[in-house]
């Protein structure tokens, strides 16, 4: 009733009851530009310098968490296909989204011994607009990879904050502040992992980190489905 779309040009795919569905169609295999190194060591931003180890906004600001990750590089095809998944209800991309995260960094999860998936929660008049929270998606298909549960609810948003990018590096830093809050006490977990649809400065996952530190969590990692290209200081 209703077949697959390629998440990357939006076309129906079809499949034979012989062969098992592909997620990409065959042309636009090739077109998500996946994240290889040289990339910062702490955010995971990808860098022109090999002999770089940091990102620009990695030197200048603090992160709250220990490392982050992401697939893409967040531009072309993949920039499209978020935008169709965020804005035009295309929530069967997560699928995919889901599948290619954990093929690519399953063994890291393992590495960091991540006990707990945290989606970036939405304020809930984005929440109401939209339907969906996609990070909540994505987490939940990376759960159905590894079985690691979801705490969906542990973190909220009590500021309903303007999208980052509409904002400059300074406001995106005060857009943010005091913007999350847990809804446990003590936050008992070791090792969780932040998910999140797209990464460009750090500011949000910065602040989302830092609350959880602030209630007790243990180490902090950040996983993104995209992000933006690091660059230096001129």
Known sequence: MFPPRCPFCDEVMFS???????????VCSGKPEYVQEPVCKKCGQPLDDERTEY?????????????????????GAVQESIYRFKYHGRQEYARFYGRELVRVYGDWMKRCGIDAI?????SQKRMRQRGFNQAERIAREIHRQ???????KLLIRVRDTRAQKELNDEE???????????????????HILLIDDIYTTGSTMREAAGE????GAGEIYCLSLSIGRGYQEE
Do not use: M
């Open 16 to 26: 034979s009851v012989f062969l098992p569905p592909e997620f990409v169609c065959n």
């Open 55 to 75: 990102c620009y906004d990695c030197v200048r600001h603090k992160r709250e968490f220990k490392q982050g990750k992401a697939l893409w590089v967040y531009r």
């Open 118 to 122: 945290v989606p970036i929660p939405l």
């Open 146 to 152: 590894t079985g690691i549960p979801v705490y969906r």
């Open 172 to 190: 995106r830093k005060n857009n943010l502040k005091k913007a999350f809050k847990t809804t446990a006490n003590k936050v008992q977990l070791n």
């Open 212 to 215: 959880l530190k602030r209630s």
